[in-house]
């Protein structure tokens, strides 16, 4: 079974580009999470989906940040325009709904974004 | 302030020997549940063991073994036997509350402690 997936690996982009960040879930977790780890320090929440829905995006930093799931499958996190603090790693993660509290999340390989 | 606090930025510990690795949490719910996620050089977080507020026992996974002192708000991580497979990033995370409508509420991270072992 494959596990999570993101796309691309690293992303080096010039202060005030675009880019979109890639999450493909493992198959029927309906549960989506994206987190980021600016170096240095701890991994944060950014937003959950549960399937296409958003359910808590408590976490997004700002509004240069959108991030959607259409079909409530992969999901896209777009950066734009991109700041130098927006550095760092992004981590997806996902699980399956109806799971207890204690279910964990599978997270990917994460991305790794530079603004240069 | 800080949820998860980990102490440790950096551990080094000799194969074959065990390593705790110290984790403190700070939550006013009841109900909380409490990870270990290891990451190696290769950067996928893997899910190492899990401890709930209201399980009596010690977690243990193979070599993994959780010191959860409820009163300190530690969860300590025990590694034993250590091997050079398990030097890499170990996080320590929380989630809080029991979820909404089958939906796990997010994971609240600790900085992260990196352990290498030497042969």
């Known amino acids: 079974e494959a596990g999570v997936t993101q796309f ?7 202060k005030g580009q675009t880019v979109t960040l890639r999450c493909d879930p493992i198959s029927g977790h309906d549960n989506l999470y994206w987190y980021r780890r600016v170096m240095g320090k701890e991994i944060k929440f950014l937003l959950h989906f549960v399937k296409e829905s958003k359910q808590d995006e408590s976490g997004m930093p700002n509004n240069r940040f959108l991030a959607e799931r259409t079909g409530g499958t992969y999901s896209t996190l777009k950066v734009q325009p991109a700041e130098l603090e927006d550095s760092g790693v992004y981590f997806c993660a996902s699980s399956p709904l109806g799971g207890r509290n204690n279910e964990k999340l599978f997270f990917g390989s994460g991305t790794q974004l530079s603004v240069l | ?42 950067g996928e977080m893997i899910f190492l063991i899990y401890q709930g507020s209201y399980d009596q026992q010690n977690a243990t996974e193979g070599r993994y073994s959780l010191n959860f002192q409820k009163a300190r708000k530690s969860a300590n991580l025990v590694i034993s036997a250590s091997q050079l497979g398990d030097s890499a990033m170990y996080f320590c995370a929380m989630r809080e509350g029991r979820g909404y409508g089958g939906s796990q509420g997010n994971l609240i991270f600790g900085k992260g402690t990196k352990l290498s072992v030497k042969p």
């Open chain 1, 8 to 14: 691309p690996s690293h992303s080096v982009i010039e």
């Open chain 2, 1 to 42: 302030a800080q949820k998860i606090t980990q102490t440790q930025p950096g551990m080094f510990v000799q194969e074959k020997e065990a390593v705790t690795l110290d984790c403190t949490y700070d939550t006013s719910d009841p109900s909380y549940g409490l990870f270990w996620y290891k990451q190696p050089s290769s």
